[in-house]
């Protein structure tokens, strides 16, 4: 048996449908456990770029089961809509397998994250608008609608009209707008889920089975472990746990069951959304990484806001998951820069820290304290077909990063496509 986790150490966005999809031709299973359409993994295959957002990115790998397990939030139009783009683009969708425990996300969501988003003003989170927290909110208080409801027709329809008549009372009195159409909704609703409901099935018993003939699963990550709810700057943060405490919740697998927990870095941080970020680069640096990097939301096409690596916040992440490895990922963006720099502690009201505090207030107040690397040549970087053929400041800026954080990079991506990745250590 082998099972690997994948996820994101930082703040999301650190290349993590990539490297899933890179070791997803190893695997019987790809399952992803928590979050919505608000995560955007971008894989590109030869000169077709694929933007996925709920699909797990181990659906490029023809054939292979892809679980969306009971712990994701599923919006069946957006579904429906993401199906249609990969089967135009010729991938088949019939290994997808959704969890019938997994729970619904309808347009008073979305109306509503919209709503108390713009309600908070200053402190607005930055959410992407996909109804995610208005969507967990309502499974926590036991309000949701589930997959398996959709079996019983009319008592789905029923309940689907009441929980509108709710909302439309929320948006109507308290938000002062015009209420969502109710006959509509449940129109386009009751025929989305026509689409989607022949993937859905028990995947409790699904995961069981994978475990007993000792299959190969992989546990893909959405978002990054500082957008946890738990764990993360709260409340600048999703509504889920991105860290592998949200495994067994979310996918029907015991936590005794996972072996590895593969730890997916960027070379540099970025974030998107609002928040208190230490090394942020609020400069021309940062604008050039930006540029040089592509970081634009996939979702949201939003700006990320960029800054140097913070071992601070990676050591914290590495603890929580329990990371076995890290692969280190869009190296090559931080080519050409002369120096780079590496935040290995804070400084604090005059004082030396070494931990990540979970109040934003203290956290907005720390400094970042950096060593300093020399940088390299993007050419050289181009000409690399093997890690030891890197420039040997790259090399150097890898091995300083293992050596703070106390483990190895057992994969190392330098570009977008595939052949861009050099595996260090086989993981499966
Ligand atoms: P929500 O998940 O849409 O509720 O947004 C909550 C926070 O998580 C916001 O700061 C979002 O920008 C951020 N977020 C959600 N999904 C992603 C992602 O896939 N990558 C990076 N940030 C994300």
Partial sequence: MSNLVILGAQWGDE???????????????????????????????????????LVPSGILNPGKPCVIGNGVVVNPASLVREIKYLNDLGVSTDSLIISDRAHIIFPYHIEIDRLEEEDRGDLKIGTTIKGIGPCYRDKIERSGIRMCDFENRSSFEKTLRHNIRKKNDLIVKYYGCDPLDEDSMVKEYMSHMESVYRYVTDTNVVMRDALKKEAKILFEGAQGTLLDIDYGTYPFVTSSHPTTCGISAGAGVNPYRLEKALGVVKAYTTRVGKGPF????????????????????????????????????????????????????????????????ICVAYKLD??????FPASLETLSRCEPIYIELDGWKLDDVVKAKTYNQLPKNARLYVEKIEELLGLPADIVSVGPKRGETFTRKELF
């Fill in 15 to 53: 290349g993590k449908g990539k490297i899933t999809d890179f070791l997803a031709k190893k695997a019987d299973y790809v399952v992803r456990y928590q979050g919505g359409d608000n995560a955007g993994h971008t894989v590109e295959l030869g000169e077709q770029q694929y933007k996925l957002h």
């Fill in 278 to 341: 230490v090394t942020e680069l609020d400069n021309e640096i940062g604008d050039w990484i930006r540029e040089r990097g592509h970081e634009y939301g996939t979702t949201t096409g939003r700006a990320r806001r960029c800054g140097w690596l913070d071992m601070v916040m990676l050591n914290y992440s590495a603890e929580i998951n329990g990371f076995s490895s890290i692969a280190l990922t869009k190296l090559d963006t931080l080519s050409d820069l002369e120096i780079l720099k």
């Fill in 350 to 355: 005059g004082e030396i820290i070494n931990y």
